[in-house]
């Protein structure tokens, strides 16, 4: 009797020994090393006006008189741009609304004011306008962005105006005016009107690019995102499995005929269900994970039978930017 409870006590140490397996994730960036998407800094000092010009084509038009600042405050400002939807990848800004609906973006910026170090917001009632180097459609809206405790960012829909130029008869001048997204087809079949008149009087004359759709106003700044909404996507649940031993893992889900794409966390790492996902035609899943530098990664179709069983092979940084490609 003795000699079985020393048996049972060993067990008991034994099972008290083993280390339960760590399911925690852990969050990394498979594209921490990216110097390209660095941000750009403008010191505008105390001067009253300023148009700023970032190195991918966005001007912003600053006005000192839109901040609550005293004279001798100086301001600079912090701007990011990204154009492409590999930028958007590396930098994982998504494109999701925060009800889970899937948007194909034009363009994001990042615009932060600061004064003396201490960042700074437009006064209310005030806007800042900014051209982007895009054209737009009556289908593209503004959005501003919402960063969760993990950093996944998601976006919402903001008032926004574009500022067009308005012939008035009565000086004989452009004049500016602010519309709302859903006027902008008016003004712009009105300026294609206006210009073949000049065009058969004074020969080649297009005002449209520099006069119609791509100056905005709006009273926000930090994330903003001109997009559109990409119609009727299905929507469906994924079971993922990995059973290689990682520190974290991320899940893509890039759109190839959109400049769109969506990222997950999950809490998992071995055991992963994604809920009600976005999917359109030719939709991949790019699988990330990483155990120490090392990256590992997959490649699927969302049309592979579930539960999915992942089987991660090491990659480098530059291997896995190609996985991205169209």
């Not at 492409?84 to 889970?100: A, F, Q």
């Not at 902008?184 to 449209?208: C, F, M, N, T, V």
């Amino acid at each position: 009797m003795k000699k079985l409870g020393i048996l049972v006590f060993g067990l008991l140490l034994l099972t008290n020994c083993v280390k339960e397996k760590d399911t925690v994730n852990k969050k990394f960036n498979p594209f921490q090393n990216n110097d390209g998407l660095k941000s750009q800094f403008f010191d505008l000092d105390t001067i009253g006006w300023k148009e700023v010009v970032g190195k991918k084509g966005t001007i912003i038009y600053y006005n000192r008189d839109y901040f609550n600042v005293d004279s001798t405050d100086k301001i600079t400002l912090e701007l990011r741009e990204y154009y492409e939807l590999s930028d958007l990848i590396k930098s994982n800004i998504r494109t999701l609304t925060n009800d889970s609906e899937l948007l194909e973006s034009l363009g994001v910026v990042f615009l932060e004011f600061k004064k003396n170090g201490q960042k700074i917001n437009l006064k209310d009632n005030n806007n800042i306008s900014i051209r982007f180097p895009l054209e737009f459609s009556g289908q593209d809206k503004m959005f501003t962005a919402k960063i969760d405790s993990i950093g996944q960012i998601s976006w919402s829909e903001t008032k926004s105006f574009f500022t067009v130029m308005y012939y008035n008869q009565e000086y004989g001048i452009d004049m500016p005016r602010e519309i709302t997204m859903d006027s902008l087809p008016h003004y712009q079949e009105l300026w294609r009107k206006q210009d073949s008149i000049y065009q058969a009087k004074y020969g080649a004359y297009d005002r449209i690019k520099e006069s119609v759709g791509n100056s905005v106003s709006i009273n926000n700044l930090g994330w903003l995102n001109i997009d559109r909404y990409v119609e009727n996507p299905s929507k469906m649940d994924f079971e993922i499995n990995n059973p290689k031993e990682i520190d974290g893992i991320i899940i893509y889900f890039v759109y190839e005929d959109y400049n769109s794409f969506a990222s997950f966390v999950p809490n998992n790492k071995d055991h992963i269900t994604l809920k009600r996902i976005p999917i359109v035609p030719k939709t991949s899943i790019v699988v990330v994970g990483i155990k120490g530098e090392q990256l590992f990664a997959e490649k699927l179709s969302t049309e592979k039978k579930q539960p999915i069983k992942l089987k991660l092979k090491k990659i480098s940084r530059s291997e896995l930017v190609k996985l991205f490609e169209k």
